[in-house]
């Protein structure tokens, strides 16, 4: 995870992999615990999950919606810790 995150070409200068593991791993777990949240929820609604909904299935469309919270516009500050 360390290596992959310095490679990451966010701004002029990458991030360093070291410094925010720990942000970067809590990040992944709180990830996995919505996906474990999601896939309850889906078993406990008798969800079809090879149903598609517009071409996409559930499972997909779960991981669509965590990518596009990436695609939003944000405060240079929430962008770039440290920023003032």
């Known amino acids: 995870m360390v290596s992959s995150t310095t ?3 966010l701004s ?3 991030p360093h992999g070291k410094l925010t593991l ?3 791993l809590a ?3 709180g990830l996995w615990l919505a996906w474990l949240a999601w896939l309850d929820k889906a ?3 008798h969800l079809d999950m090879n149903a598609k909904t517009d071409g996409y299935t559930p499972d997909q469309r779960f991981w669509i919606a965590y990518a596009q919270q990436w ?3 944000r ?3 929430v962008a770039q810790p440290g920023a003032r």
Do not use: F, Q
């Open 27 to 29: 990040d992944l777990g």
């Open 71 to 73: 695609c939003t516009r």
């Open 7 to 9: 490679l990451l070409k």
């Open 43 to 45: 078993e406990a609604a």
């Open 12 to 14: 002029r200068r990458p």
């Open 22 to 24: 720990g942000e970067n």
């Open 75 to 77: 405060a240079r500050a």
